[in-house]
C-alpha cells in the first residue's frame, strides 16, 4: 500500500523559512518522480517543484526559483522542500505526489499540509 505523509507546515511570517516533508512509502522509488505542489483557495494546484528520484534532477516552478529547494534522503524514503524567503504568495495547502518516471501524470497523492506565510 502506497502512503505519502507530508509534515512541517505552520504559520510563518514574511521572509522566514519552513522545511516540508514527504515520507513515502510502498513504491519502488527508483522508478518515480516526486513533486510538491500547492493549491491556494480560489486557485488551480500549481506544481511548485520536482525531483527525479534516482538521479536527483530538479525542476522548480519560476515563482519559487532560487528561494525553494528540494530533496530527497533515500535512507529515509523522504522528500523535502525547503522554503526560504516565504512571502504571502506562497501561502497554500502543500500536496506531494508520485509519478513514474515514463508519465506526467501523477498517481499518489498525500494529504496536504497548510503553509500559511502572514505580512
Known amino acids: 500500500q502506497v502512503q505519502l505523509v507530508e509534515s512541517g507546515g505552520g504559520l510563518v511570517q514574511a521572509g522566514g523559512s519552513l522545511r516540508l516533508s514527504c515520507a513515502a512509502s510502498?513504491?519502488?522509488?527508483?522508478?518515480?518522480?516526486m513533486g510538491w505542489f500547492r493549491q491556494a483557495p480560489g486557485n488551480e494546484r500549481e506544481i511548485v517543484a520536482t525531483?527525479?528520484?534516482?538521479?536527483?534532477?530538479?525542476n522548480y516552478a519560476n515563482s519559487v526559483k532560487g528561494r525553494f529547494t528540494i530533496s530527497r534522503d533515500n535512507a529515509k524514503n523522504t522528500v523535502y522542500l525547503q522554503m526560504n524567503s516565504l512571502n504571502p504568495e506562497d501561502t497554500a495547502v502543500y500536496y506531494c505526489?508520485?509519478?513514474?518516471?515514463?508519465?506526467?501524470?501523477?498517481?499518489?497523492w498525500g494529504q496536504g499540509t497548510q503553509v500559511t506565510v502572514s505580512s
Open positions: 510502498g513504491l519502488t522509488f527508483s522508478s518515480r518522480a
Open positions: 525531483i527525479n528520484w534516482s538521479s536527483g534532477s530538479t
Open positions: 505526489a508520485a509519478r513514474f518516471l515514463i508519465t506526467y501524470e501523477y498517481d499518489y
